[in-house]
C-alpha cells in the first residue's frame, strides 16, 4: 500500500514546454511563395501552424511523439510582414511566432493548352503596385507595373523573330519590401506570332446590291481558318460594327442586324489568334431602303418584271430587294482569293458611281414624288427665278452704261497688230469638241472619291463613254429637229463656258458630299440662227425633254442590271449610272433661263411652258437625287446649301427691288 505525501509537501508537476519556430529566420525574405517551417515540441503534442493571427483552418498539423516538427512547401501569402504562428492543439497558451516577408513569382496567362501565343503582347497577375519583368528564352523582354488590382501587361522588344520559345517572369515588391526580386515563374511555351492575316474576302451581298433597310442582312465570305472576322459599317455619320464570325474551312458567314436607309460601305477584319489584326477587305457599296409597297391587287402591275422560274430561292435570312438587282445570287470567292475584280465573280472595287441611282420602283410612292414635286418648286423659287431676275438686272444696267467696257479677250486691241499676219494652222474641227469632252470628263469624275487607282480608271472610262452619250442627244436631237421639222439652220460649236458649269456643279457635289452627285455635261452645244421666239423655244423643250427621256431610259435599266460583281458589270452599272446623274443634271441646269441656255429661250417665248417643263424636270431630278429624304447625312452640308441658296435668292431680290422700285426714285 502507497502512504501518500506527507503532510506538507510542496512538490508539483513541471509545466509543458511550449513549441518553438526555428526556420525561417526572422524578417527573411522568401521569393518563392513557399516555404518549409519547422521547430521543436514536446513530446506527444500535436502542432497547428497557421498564417497571421487568425485562428483559421492551419497550413500545416504534425503530431507524434518526436520533438522536432516540420511542414514542407507551405504556400504563404505575399506580403511584407507575414506572421507564422505555431500553436499546440488544446493548448492556444503555448505557442511561438515568427515573421517573414513574402513575394512570389508573377503569374502569366496562358491559353486553354498551357501555352502562350502572342503577337507579342503578354499579361497575368502580380502583387499590387510591384514592377514585374517578363523575359522570353529568344532575348525579348518587358516591364510593367501592376495596377491596384495585380493585373499587368507588357510588349515585348527585341530579341528574334517569329517562333516557339520559353517565356518567365519575376516581380520586384513596392516601397516596404526590400529591393529584391521574387524568385522567376516557371517556364511556360511561348509561340511568337507577329505576321497579321491576308485582308479577308467578303462575296456576299454583292457590291452596288439595294436592301431592304430595317432588316437583317447575311455576310459571307473566305479567310484564313481560325480567325475572326469581324463586319463593319460605315457612313458619312460613322461606322458601326455589324456581326462577328470564326472561319472555318476557309468560309466565313455572319447576319449584320438593321440598317437605316442609306448608302454605307462595308467591309471587314480578320483577327488571328494572336491577336494579328488584317487589313479591311475591299469596300463594298451597299444601298439600304424601304421597298415601296405592293399593288393591292392579284395581277401584276403594268411594266413589272415576272420572277425567273429558274432562279435559285435566296437564304431566307437574308433580305430580299423589290428590284432584280439583289435576287441575284452572289457567287463566293475562293478562300484566299482577295477582290479584286475578275470574271470569277469576286466584286471590284467599288465606285461612287457603282450603286449611285435606285431604281424607279424604289422611288414609286406617291409621298416620294410629291416631295420631289415640293423640292423642284422651292428650288425654281430660290434659284432659277431670283437668276433670272439678277440677270436682267445686270443685263439693264449694262445696257444703260455709256463707260467703255474692258475686254479680257483681245476685243479693245488694235485691229492690226502685227506688221504681218502670222500663219497659224487651225486644227482639225474635232480636236477642241474632243478636249473639252476630256476637261468635263476629268471634273466629273472628281465630284466624288474613289478609293483606288484601278476602280478610278474604271470610272472614268465609264464618265467619258457617258458624256460622249449625253453630248450625242444634246446635239443631233436639236439638229434634226430644227432642220427637218421647222427648216432652221442650225451651228455646233463647243463653248468654253459650259467648262465652268461642269466645274461649279462638281465641286458643289463635293464640297456637299451629295450622293448621288449633282452632275453637268453638255459642253457642246447646237445654236438656230432663226429669230423667230416660238421656234428657238419649241427646239430649246426639244432638248430638254431628250435628255430628260434619256435620264429615265437610264433610270429603267437601272432596276434590271445585273449585280456588278465583275469589272464588266461594274462598268456597266457605272455607265448607266453616270448618263442618268448627268443627263438629268444637264437638263435640269440648262432649263435655267439665263444667257444663252434652252431655259433662256423657252422663257422668252412662254413663261407658262418654261414654268411646266421646269417642274417637271427638276421633279425627275430631285427624285433621283433624294431618294431617301436627305441632301447630306451628317446635316451640315445641308446647312450650308441652304444658308447659300437663301442668301443668293435675298440678294438677287434686293438687286432687282433696287434697280427697279428705289434707283429710278432717287433719279
Given amino acids: 500500500m502507497t502512504s501518500p505525501p506527507p503532510v506538507g509537501s510542496t512538490d508539483t508537476p513541471e509545466p509543458l514546454a511550449a513549441p518553438a519556430i526555428d526556420s525561417p529566420a526572422p524578417n527573411s525574405f522568401i521569393g518563392s511563395g513557399m516555404a518549409t517551417v519547422s521547430g521543436t515540441k514536446a513530446a506527444g503534442d500535436t502542432i497547428q501552424l497557421q498564417v497571421e493571427s487568425t485562428r483559421g483552418d492551419p497550413l500545416c498539423i504534425v503530431d507524434g511523439s518526436a520533438t522536432t516538427w516540420s511542414c514542407t512547401d507551405i504556400p504563404l501569402p505575399n506580403g511584407p510582414s507575414v506572421t507564422l504562428t505555431a500553436v499546440v492543439a488544446g493548448d492556444a497558451s503555448r505557442s511561438d511566432s515568427t515573421t517573414v516577408r513574402v513575394l512570389s513569382p508573377p503569374t502569366i496567362t496562358t491559353g486553354s493548352s498551357g501555352s502562350v501565343l502572342s503577337n507579342g503582347l503578354v499579361h497575368g497577375t502580380a502583387y499590387p503596385g510591384a514592377h514585374v519583368t517578363a523575359t522570353v528564352s529568344n532575348g525579348s523582354h518587358c516591364s510593367f507595373r501592376a ?81 475572326t472576322v469581324t463586319v463593319w459599317a460605315g457612313s458619312p455619320t460613322g461606322s458601326s460594327k455589324l456581326c462577328t464570325a470564326t472561319v472555318r474551312d476557309g468560309a466565313w458567314s455572319c447576319v449584320g442586324g438593321p440598317l437605316p436607309a442609306g448608302l454605307y460601305s462595308i467591309s471587314a477584319l480578320q483577327e488571328d489568334a494572336a491577336g494579328n489584326t488584317s487589313a479591311a477587305s475591299a469596300v463594298l457599296s451597299l444601298r439600304y431602303s424601304t421597298p415601296p409597297v405592293p399593288a393591292p391587287s392579284g395581277s401584276p402591275s403594268a411594266g413589272a418584271t415576272a420572277p425567273d422560274s429558274s432562279a435559285t430561292p435566296s437564304d431566307p435570312s437574308s433580305p430580299s430587294s423589290t428590284t432584280p438587282r439583289s435576287t441575284a445570287p452572289a457567287v463566293p470567292a475562293p478562300p484566299g482569293h482577295a477582290g479584286g475584280g475578275s470574271a470569277e465573280g469576286v466584286a471590284p472595287n467599288p465606285t461612287p ?4 441611282v435606285q431604281s424607279v420602283a424604289q422611288v414609286g410612292t406617291v409621298f416620294d414624288w410629291l416631295r420631289a414635286a415640293i423640292l423642284a418648286l422651292i428650288a425654281l423659287a430660290l434659284l432659277a427665278v431670283p437668276a433670272r431676275l439678277l440677270a436682267g438686272m445686270v443685263a439693264t444696267a449694262r445696257a444703260e452704261s455709256t463707260q467703255q467696257r474692258w475686254s479680257l479677250f483681245g476685243r479693245n486691241q488694235a485691229k492690226a497688230e502685227y506688221d504681218q499676219a502670222p500663219d497659224v494652222r487651225a486644227p482639225a474641227p474635232w480636236v477642241v469638241p474632243a ?27 465609264a464618265v467619258l463613254c457617258a458624256l460622249l452619250v449625253v453630248c450625242a442627244v444634246a446635239v443631233f436631237v436639236p439638229r434634226l429637229v430644227a432642220q427637218r421639222i421647222f427648216g432652221a439652220s442650225v451651228r455646233t460649236a463647243f463653248t468654253p463656258y459650259t467648262l465652268l458649269i461642269v466645274a461649279a456643279a462638281s465641286a458643289v457635289s463635293r464640297v456637299l458630299e451629295l450622293q448621288p452627285s449633282l452632275l453637268f455635261g453638255v459642253v457642246i452645244t447646237v445654236g438656230v440662227t432663226t429669230t423667230v ?3 428657238r423655244g419649241k427646239i430649246a423643250v426639244i432638248t430638254v425633254a ?57 422663257f422668252g417665248w412662254s413663261r407658262g411652258i418654261w414654268l411646266a417643263v421646269a417642274v417637271a424636270i427638276d421633279t425627275v431630278l ?44 432717287l433719279r
Fill in 533 to 535: 421666239a416660238a421656234v
Fill in 147 to 227: 495596377d491596384g488590382s495585380g493585373r499587368w501587361a507588357c510588349i515585348l522588344s527585341g530579341g528574334s523573330g517569329d517562333g516557339r520559345y520559353t517565356i518567365s517572369a519575376s516581380q520586384v515588391g513596392p516601397n516596404g519590401f526590400p529591393h529584391v526580386a521574387s524568385d522567376s515563374s516557371g517556364a511556360v511555351p511561348f509561340v511568337l506570332d507577329t505576321t497579321a492575316p491576308a485582308a479577308p474576302v467578303v462575296s456576299a451581298p454583292v457590291s452596288g446590291t439595294h436592301l431592304g433597310a430595317g432588316v437583317s442582312t447575311t455576310y459571307s465570305g473566305s479567310g484564313e481558318d481560325g480567325t
Fill in 622 to 665: 430631285f427624285a433621283i437625287l433624294v431618294p431617301i429624304g436627305r441632301l447630306n447625312t451628317s446635316g451640315t452640308g445641308t446647312v450650308v446649301f441652304a444658308v447659300c441658296t437663301i442668301g443668293f435668292a435675298a440678294i438677287s431680290i434686293s438687286v432687282w427691288l433696287w434697280q427697279r422700285y428705289i434707283a429710278p426714285s
Fill in 435 to 461: 478636249v473639252g469632252i476630256l476637261a468635263a470628263t476629268a471634273l466629273v469624275t472628281l465630284a466624288s472619291p474613289v478609293a483606288t487607282e484601278l476602280a478610278y480608271a474604271r470610272m472614268s472610262l
Fill in 353 to 356: 458611281l457603282t450603286a449611285a
Fill in 546 to 602: 431628250a435628255l430628260a427621256a434619256l435620264a429615265a431610259i437610264g433610270w429603267l435599266l437601272v432596276g434590271i442590271l445585273p449585280p456588278p460583281n465583275t469589272v464588266m458589270t461594274a462598268f456597266t452599272a457605272e455607265l448607266v449610272n453616270a448618263v442618268v446623274l448627268i443627263a438629268i443634271g444637264s437638263a435640269a441646269i440648262l432649263m435655267l433661263p439665263l444667257g444663252t441656255l434652252p431655259g433662256r429661250a423657252i
